[in-house]
């Protein structure tokens, strides 16, 4: 059975599946298009970051050594951020995919075009209530106790992101449900009907 017959008190799962597909749809069109962009300029930014730490570190009168130091460490940086702004241009571009199919699998009566945009979005919930999971566990575990009060706070945030993903998945699985039973009351999966066995016709019979 479904488990969720309407969406938000007001919607049937039809129209909550394709306004979720929307509102999900659209944050992730804006973040190909901020990566995009930076990944352009990145060598220009890079460039920029480089020089303001040489300049900082030369300012401050360190040994070549210790500047040799900082720059590995921006060159690091700079590499790591990158390869970040790399893997969240793929799953954004992943997720609107998946957004693209959900509203139209939702239009089409398509239930295997759900399928991406569930699994997608559960595999996020799954790993944003880990990643929480251990910020609280190593939060906790700091002796500052103005410190924690300030680290939950931003630990805390994660928690309505969280639950409405949560409802979200839930009306369009209970929609994908709803598919599944449309589809068993058009091909019912009943027993096979004998077959009638005619008798074989007298080929010297006159018609």
């Known amino acids: 059975m479904a488990c969720m017959s309407t969406c938000c008190c007001c919607f049937t799962t039809y129209q909550g599946s394709i306004i979720i597909g929307v509102l999900t749809l659209l944050p992730n069109i804006a ?3 901020i990566l ?4 352009n300029v990145w060598t220009a930014v890079e460039s920029d970051v480089h020089t303001w730490a040489l300049n900082v ?4 009168q360190q040994s070549s050594v210790q500047i040799a130091g900082v720059s590995d460490f921006v060159n690091s940086a ?3 951020m990158h390869t970040v702004c790399v893997v969240l241009l793929i799953y954004c571009v992943i997720t609107s995919a998946s957004c693209l199919m959900v509203i139209t699998g939702t239009h089409q009566a398509s239930r295997c075009m759900l399928l991406p945009w569930l699994t997608v979005t559960l595999l996020r919930l799954v790993a944003c209530i880990v990643g929480v999971i251990m910020y609280l566990y190593i939060v906790c575990n700091i002796d500052d106790g103005v410190v924690v009060n300030q680290l939950l706070g931003f630990g805390i945030i994660e ?3 969280i639950v409405f993903s949560s409802y979200f998945w839930l009306c369009v699985f209970s929609h994908y449900h709803h598919l599944q039973q449309l589809e068993e009351q058009v091909y019912p999966m009943g027993e096979e009907e004998p ?3 005619l008798p074989p016709v ?3 019979e006159k018609f």
């Open 202 to 204: 007298d080929s010297d």
């Open 195 to 197: 077959v009638e066995v």
């Open 36 to 39: 995009s962009h930076l990944l």
């Open 31 to 33: 973040g190909i298009g």
């Open 78 to 80: 700079a590499t790591d």
């Open 159 to 161: 928690v309505p992101e």
């Open 57 to 60: 570190t030369g300012s401050l």
